[in-house]
């Protein structure tokens, strides 16, 4: 089945410390996305990435990280600088960057003690 | 900046009637306008991409339309199911804003 994997689906942080959330796509698609979700509020843009070895900041880059090292994946790094890190993280990908529809994963919800 | 709004933030309604979800976006300058459901803790599924040469799209008994010079898109529902309970939201995918989405309850 093609589709987008988040992992893992539930994760715990200390104050401090940095997480990584994974993001892999066998859809082939050129351009993924991460985005932000907190309650109440709409998804906000963090980076995106159009083609391998390359990404843009989104709304809310401050705090975050990311590569794109191949085709298939792109995770998100949040650092022990990103402020209040506790939300729903989306990522989503397009065959190609631009107007394409979208595809979203599963999230992953991080929760910072 | 693209700014995307949503009305009603929620609507609840009986079993079986038929309802409309509306989408208004600000820049009008779009190339396609997708909407998508989210359930609770999951992810967003792709319901409808309206894509620029299209007016309308429909999928079952989601119909779904768009009007870029008033910068409107209009998401029906027809004959409602429990199931259906969900939120909804839209976004014109280039513009990677989304909406905060309605909050549609089906009430049996």
């Known amino acids: 089945d093609g589709g987008i994997t988040q992992s893992p689906k539930y994760l715990f942080r200390k104050e401090g410390q940095n997480v990584t959330l994974s993001c892999e796509q066998n859809?082939?698609?050129?351009?993924m996305y991460w985005y932000r979700q907190d309650p109440g509020q709409g998804l906000r843009l963090i980076y995106y990435s159009q083609i391998v070895n390359d990404f843009q900041k989104g709304d809310i880059a401050e705090g975050y990280s990311v590569s794109r090292e191949k085709k298939e994946s792109f995770p998100l790094t949040v650092t022990s600088a990103q402020k209040n890190p506790t939300a729903f993280y989306l990522c989503?990908?397009?065959?190609?960057?631009?107007?394409?529809?979208?595809?979203f994963g599963p999230g992953t919800r991080l929760t910072v003690l | 900046k693209q700014e995307v709004t949503q009305i009603p933030a929620a609507l609840s309604v009986p079993e079986g009637e038929n309802l409309v979800l509306n989408c208004s976006f600000t820049d009008s300058a779009i190339y396609n306008l997708q909407w998508f459901r989210q359930d609770p803790g999951k992810g967003l599924t792709s319901l409808l991409l309206?894509?620029?040469?299209?007016r309308e799209q429909t999928s079952g008994r989601l119909n779904a339309s768009l009007d870029k010079s008033s910068g409107r898109s209009t998401l029906y529902i027809a004959a409602s199911q429990p199931g259906d309970s969900a939120t909804y939201l839209c976004a014109p995918p280039e513009k990677l804003t989304f909406g905060t989405g309605t909050r549609l309850t089906i009430i049996p």
């Open positions: 989503a990908s397009t065959p190609l960057a631009g107007a394409s529809e979208q595809f």
């Open positions: 859809l082939n698609h050129d351009a």
């Open positions: 309206i894509q620029s040469s299209q």
